[in-house]
């Protein structure tokens, strides 16, 4: 579901498709581990919820065996990560056993061995997401830290009045104002059930279905091979919310359909890089981002679902557009009939991933039911599917493979996820001790001499920076910690600076040097990478001009209240992003390129 970082291109790509039974058998353990943890936070959502000094740390105890040992890559990282893994369940067990006498301290600790234990668990949370996803989140977060402890010696608005230590390291561990903050919470309570509801969709015949159907849809027509890719990257992105994944998973299909038609393969690596990034603002999951906007926002996550929706579906539009204008330099040929789906085979398929979907949204918006009660109804509809092959045959044999697959996967994927997460709200615990934020604030409105578009520019560059770094929710949540409020105060409303805020973070998943949706696809088609970013750039100009379309077009996010207002907005601005798509890409003189990107910037901003 996040985003994932690699400072060079792969080499060669090692795509699992989804809905294939892995070749390799997991072992037993790791399917046992990852049932646990399945049924641990599946039981959460049906048992009633749990006090947080007990869910959340049982949460990270569950994470630092797949993180410190599934995914070592290195013996020394082995033998240390089974040392750190038991300490680490020692340490989490010690706040779930007395979590009653924790909670009385009011994040004062007062014995060496709860500091002891406390300063352990900040060093393993930064350990585990280094090994996670690589040193730039860790090492803002010890920038932080750093801050919070000696934030006292420098100077001027910018320094702290200090704590005490025991304060200090008491709020971030024994208490709910670091490890085992709010954003936890929304990984322990609502953003794993949806990691594991896409685990069980993607082990079974779904990812085939998105295939099947986007085929079926766009196959016959002009660029149509890279028009599937747009299609099927979306629907997988819907559930995996993972750049990267969903690269290595549609794109294994994708991409060497646009090679054998005779695409360029710049061009085929960029268009599934970029129609892969847009999984992460596709309704219902967004990488995780939507459950973090419903705590930090308090915004019902239909309201968010309905808000993001319009935007979401321009970019898609844009890339599509994009396509149409490359097809006036090269010729984008369609798929072979051959290579069509029938429409048996469309139906069938589709069945896969149509029952758990209708059955999530149903519940969510007929029943009444939370997200996460609805996802985990709708992991019982997928899990019932596992059963089932795309030709309709029933396998108790491949049933057992199809639900191991789908167990260590949702047990990775939640650790991956929860170490993030439990990172960053390191970062938000000091940013709520010292009062950072609010100073970064000001200094924001000081910067932008308190006018919007400034303050919305510095964010955006602000954004851009910090995701190169750091996973997109990650950085989502870091950057509106502190610019949030800048831009809230200068008028936007708070929903609107969070989606700003979000789709500007993820623009590192297709903008040089740190890009890592194109680096799996340049590995993947054999290109160079910059080729390829270039490529992912001009097709996702969308990525760049939607988020500030949304401010000066606020109605396009507001389906839910004013559907008829929306819906117009969203024309306009989709004329607009066409028009300035093809004066970028297409075959066209100069002149009349630059009129097109001139006529749909007034459209969007002006009219």
Known sequence: MSQTHSSTPPSTPSPAVAGDVTSARPSPAWVGLGAISVIFHLGLIFYGLAPALIS?????????????????????????????????????GFIVINHDALLQQYGFIDTPLQMAIG??????????????????????????????????????QFGHPGMPLPSFMGTL???????????????????????????????????????????????????????????????????SGSASANVASTGAITIPGMVRLGYPRSLAGGVEAVASSGGQIMPPLMGAGAFVMVELTGTPYTQIMAAAMLPAILYFATV?????????????????????????????????????????????????????????LAIFAGLALLFLDASLSFSLRGFAARLAEALVTAGRQVAVIGSIIICASLVIGVLAMTGLGVKITSGILALSNDMLWPALLLTALAC????????????????????????????LEPLLAHLFVFWFALLSTITPPVCGGVFIAAGMVGESWLRVAFKAMSLGIGLYLIPLAMVANPEVIRLASAPGAAVFD?????????????????RRGVGVRLLLVMAGAVIVFMI
Request: charged content about 10%.
């Open 56 to 92: 959340r740390p049982i949460h990270m105890a569950l994470a630092l065996p797949w993180i410190l040992i599934f995914m070592a890559r290195t013996p020394f990282e082995r033998v240390s990560g089974w040392v750190l893994t038991g300490l680490g369940m020692a340490a989490c």
């Open 119 to 156: 300063a352990f668990l900040v060093l393993l949370a930064l350990e585990a997401a280094r090994r996670a996803i690589g040193w730039p989140l860790p090492l803002v977060a010890l920038v932080a830290l750093c801050y919070g402890l000696f934030g006292d010696l420098i100077p001027g």
């Open 173 to 239: 561990t024994i208490s709910e104002g670091g490890l085992w903050g709010s954003l936890t919470g929304v990984s322990v309570g609502v953003v794993a059930i949806f990691v594991i509801f896409g685990a069980v969709l993607n082990a079974g015949e779904a990812g085939r279905g998105f295939m099947n159907l986007a085929g079926a849809m766009a196959g016959r027509l002009t660029g149509g091979a890279a028009k599937v890719s747009v299609i099927s990257s979306a629907l997988m992105g819907s559930i």
């Open 320 to 376: 599509w557009v994009g396509i149409n204008a490359y097809a006036t330099r090269h010729d984008l040929k369609p798929l072979a009939e051959k290579d069509r789906p029938s429409g048996r085979e469309v139906l069938i398929t589709s069945l896969f991933f149509a029952v758990p979907f209708v059955t999530l949204l149903e519940r969510i918006f007929v029943g009444g039911y939370t997200p996460q009660y609805a996802a985990s």
């Open 464 to 491: 851009l920076v910090l995701g190169m770094e750091v996973p997109t929710t990650a950085a989502y949540v870091i950057c509106v910690s502190v610019a949030g409020p800048a831009l809230i105060s200068l008028g």
């Open 570 to 586: 969203m024309l306009k601005i989709g004329v607009g992003l066409a028009a300035i798509s093809y004066g970028v890409i297409a």
